[in-house]
T-cell receptor, first 108, second 115 residues
Framework: KNEVEQSPQNLTAQEGEFITINCSYSVGISALHWLQQHPGGGIVSLFM???GKKKHGRLIATINIQEKHSSLHITASHPRDSAVYIC??????????FGAGTTVTVRA | KAGVTQTPRYLIKTRGQQVTLSCSPISGHRSVSWYQQTPGQGLQFLFE???????NKGNFPGRFSGRQFSNSRSEMNVSTLELGDSALYLC??????????????FGSGTQLSVL
């Protein structure tokens, strides 16, 4: 069983819709990362968080350490948000483990 | 400020050969970590270097090795290539405080094909 589970695997939304991606993990962690990968391979770090909530533009990331769960929300989605979103955790041994990713498609 | 630079962008090798990939971090960043991405296994952590020392290592065979130079540039080497080593290899840099507890900046990757 993977240490990091993401859902859904794929998601299609209409432009303007609110999108939520979930991440659950089974190990003790010191940090959780949300990454965005566009076709062609480039990965951008969106958030790194160890507690609470962070917001950047239309993106919001939350984490509940007790429940070992994090969510990434995209408000007012746009076609340029179409990408693969990957959750990664820094375990207590400082090794990074990755979720399988969520492919998001936003239609105009 | 220049981003993380990986070279080469594409590489084709045959089984049994060895390969060396290069990663130049953002200026001032002292930590470099390496990752393998395949369609079947997704992203997997290879190793992390800080101040020329390997600070952490993932679960890969000894054929995968790396090093870091005094200017923080890092190289990754894969010896005796196997077909299953075909993958996108990514490196990321960070300032280098707590390992992998900082925001990571990724390079564009090296796409390795083993024939």
């Amino acid at each position: 069983k993977n240490e990091v589970e993401q859902s859904p695997q794929n998601l299609t939304a209409q432009e303007g819709e609110f999108i939520t991606i979930n991440c659950s993990y089974s190990v003790g962690i010191s940090a959780l990362h949300w990454l965005q990968q566009h076709p062609g391979g480039g990965i951008v770090s969106l958030f790194m968080l160890s507690s609470g909530k962070k917001k950047h533009g239309r993106l919001i990331a939350t984490i509940n350490i007790q429940e070992k769960h994090s969510s990434l929300h995209i408000t007012a989605s746009h076609p340029r948000d179409s990408a693969v979103y990957i959750c990664a955790v820094t375990a207590n041994d400082y090794k990074l483990s990755f979720g399988a990713g969520t492919t998001v498609t936003v239609r105009a | 400020k220049a981003g993380v630079t990986q070279t080469p962008r594409y590489l084709i090798k045959t089984r049994g050969q060895q390969v060396t990939l290069s990663c130049s971090p953002i200026s001032g960043h002292r930590s470099v970590s390496w990752y393998q991405q395949t369609p079947g296994q997704g992203l997997q952590f290879l190793f992390e270097y800080f101040s020329e020392t390997q600070r952490n290592k993932g679960n890969f065979p000894g054929r995968f090795s790396g090093r870091q130079f005094s200017n923080s540039r890092s190289e990754m080497n894969v010896s005796t290539l196997e077909l299953g080593d075909s993958a996108l290899y990514l490196c990321a840099s960070s300032r280098g405080g707590a390992p992998t507890n900082e925001k990571l900046f990724f390079g564009s990757g090296t796409q390795l094909s083993v024939l």
